[in-house]
């Protein structure tokens, strides 16, 4: 393949994981049976989820910009491309069909069977100036918290998100960022209990310490590991080499994926716009286990 135009390669490997994601979306996420009355979708729920992560990988924010670019360089996988309106109204309403795809695609690693698993919180800024807040679709949901990484304030959300060793995600939620994290994390674990196998080890940051939340924890058949504080005696140490791990899936939400331009700006949007990055996300992790490539390998082969 020494020839070919750089873009040609990354357009072959995207075209590659986008085939394998509809055939696996279609054969088992889209529920099988009787067709639904009225005519049928010129744009299968398959080919929506595809579109929707094909959007993300390469790091189109603007859907108008992006249906333009499908239609240029991707418009031969689909043989109908919506116009805008009807795209973002069909992706809208795509939250469960991208939830379970997430969670298809994770059963489908054999990380899913790992021992180990990791939880960690990051902001999710929904509004920059006051006139946004007072006018957002947004107000009692979220809230002011504060984003260690960038020594500010922000008024938004917090994306909790518990994955396996190699970034993939088991499961994750949308909280105001005033609730407290192990307030979330419990109830997060709890809606998910059904995950959880006896003996799993949850690696989480200091944040998480305290004898309620670790009661809590072991009664789920959990085993907390976290770094130790100042004031305790020595148990874990500071676990600095484990944490980048999580650290690093963040980073890939934020750096590659976009996570903090988001655009939504009403609770069901900025849902389907976090689920979006998160499939993803999972796509391309998925998709390096099933090529035998090292779950450690950037997404940035698919950017443009």
Known sequence: MGGGHPWSLVTADLEALLTALYVLIDDHVIP???????RPKKLS???LACLAV?????GARSEHHWLRMCYARLGHLF???PHQPGYHKRLKAAQPLLSKAIAMLAEQCPSWFDDMWMTDATPLPCGMSRETVKRSDLTGHAGYGYCASHSRWYWGLKLYLVCSGDGMPIMWCLANPKLGEREVVAALLEHNHHLIRDGQVLLA???FAGQEFKQLTEAMGLRLLRPDRKDETYRNGNLGGVRQWIESV???LKGQLHLESHGGRTPAGVFTRVAQRLLAMAAGIWRNWTTGVTSKRSLTAYDH
Request: positive net charge.
């Open 54 to 58: 094909a959007q993300v990988l390469l």
């Open 205 to 207: 940051d200091k944040g």
């Open 79 to 81: 043989p109908y491309l």
């Open 32 to 38: 099988s049976g009787r067709r639904r009355p009225g």
């Open 250 to 252: 963040n980073q890939t």
């Open 45 to 47: 729920d398959a080919e």
